[in-house]
């Protein structure tokens, strides 16, 4: 229950950074933490682009998952693909300078990937918090 739990909670900070709007509209005093986060938002965003490619990898080695368990399986793979495509786009700048700086053909690349990712930022935010109040739910319902 805790790891559905967690996620589920980890889900939504990240959701809520990618679209730090939509919190703001609707608690504009919620503007002082986010404040406090924003220095460290590639950090986060680093992690867990990172803990979503590890999920997305370990999922395919346990793809038999979506013939037993189809629908937590698609659960898992979108909650690892969001984790992954946000965390890339919000460190991106901390994947550029320390991974992607040293050479140009994987920088260009890295670059086309966000500039395709970006216009969707919004929505895979909102994906995210979605995806993380369902996680939440899950986790008190079915104990996952």
Known sequence: MLNGFFSG???ILLGILAVPSLLLSRKPEARELLDKITPYQGWIG???CVIG???LVDGLFRLNILFY???YGLLFFAVALVMAL???VLGYGLIQKYALSRNNAASEKGAALLA?????QGRLGILAIILGIVLIILAFSFRI
């Open 9 to 11: 909670l980890l889900l």
């Open 46 to 48: 680093v992690v867990f």
């Open 53 to 55: 490619l590890l999920n």
């Open 69 to 71: 368990f189809p629908m």
């Open 86 to 88: 946000l965390g890339f």
């Open 116 to 120: 395709r990712i970006r216009p969707m």
